[in-house]
């Protein structure tokens, strides 16, 4: 019986990243769940098309903004996050069984709304004559994904509460770049994309505490224990204390942050 949670494997597995997308979209959410599935993972978690090629990200070389190819390369980095984003929300729904029903639909959405982010930057990066694929890219998302498989706290933790918390961070810098050199429709995009993304650390944030709750752990302490142990990519400011402060950081954290 095809449950929402096996529902997420075949785009999960999809090489082709429009087909992905597009699998992604037609997902439908009123499929039984079946939380308590232990589900066993198949090989190819993620597929992922040949291009682009994955390299170390200190040797992605940053290109002048104000040519064509420069703009490409940087809307296809952003497209590149997308894609993992899609695969990382979707991982959740199929890895971590026995959390609450709403945890389940809450993840199907956010693929969702990534495929959307995804298809939206390719559409436009195709407009000016590129493709995804084109360009080198790096896999520290889904190194962290891997890192993080073991535990759904960990998981959500360092990828919605960290990575995509950086992009709160990140993104308004990337709308003014594009806008300085009259991409108003790569600005728009990263419009949509700030404003859902907040929704995702939001989600983010609750489960981390839902699941922090059922365990009786300290949210603070144990977000610090966390990053000792996994190491991830350091947080750099400056920080979007706004929306982190939408997206459900205690007061606490960001005097933290520094
Ligand atoms: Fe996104
Ligand atoms: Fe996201």
Not at 112 to 132: C, K, N, P, T, W
Not at 241 to 246: D, F, K, P, S
């Amino acid at each position: 019986m095809t449950t929402l949670r096996t529902s997420v494997l075949p785009p999960l597995l999809t090489q082709n990243a429009v087909a992905k997308a597009q699998a992604v979209l037609a997902l439908s959410l009123d499929l039984p769940i079946d939380a308590s599935a232990q589900l066993a993972e198949p090989p190819g978690i993620p597929g992922r098309p040949n291009k682009p090629l994955l390299v170390h990200a200190k040797e992605i070389k940053q290109l002048p903004l104000v040519t064509t190819e420069g703009r490409a390369a940087l809307l296809h980095a952003l497209a590149h996050i997308e894609l993992n984003a899609i695969d990382l929300a979707l991982d959740v729904v199929w890895r971590f069984a026995d959390m609450p029903e709403p945890f389940y639909l809450d993840w199907v959405r956010i693929a969702q709304e990534e495929a959307l982010h995804f298809m939206l930057l390719r559409v436009h990066l195709v407009s000016i004559g590129h493709d995804y694929g084109d360009f080198p890219a790096h896999n520290t998302l889904w190194d962290i994904a891997e890192k993080t498989k073991g535990d759904v706290l960990a998981r959500i933790a360092l990828v919605p509460r960290l990575m995509e918390a950086r992009g709160l961070d990140a993104t308004p810098g990337v709308k003014n770049k594009l806008v300085s050199v009259r991409d108003l429709k790569g600005g728009k995009i990263l419009d949509i994309i700030m404003k859902d993304e907040i929704g995702h650390v939001a989600t983010g944030n609750h489960w981390y505490h839902w699941i922090c709750a059922q365990r009786q752990l300290d949210p603070i302490t144990t977000f610090a224990d966390l990053l000792a142990q996994y190491s991830p990519p350091k947080l750099r400011p400056p920080f979007n204390l706004e929306a982190r402060r939408l997206a459900g950081f205690l007061e606490e954290e960001l005097q933290l942050l520094g």
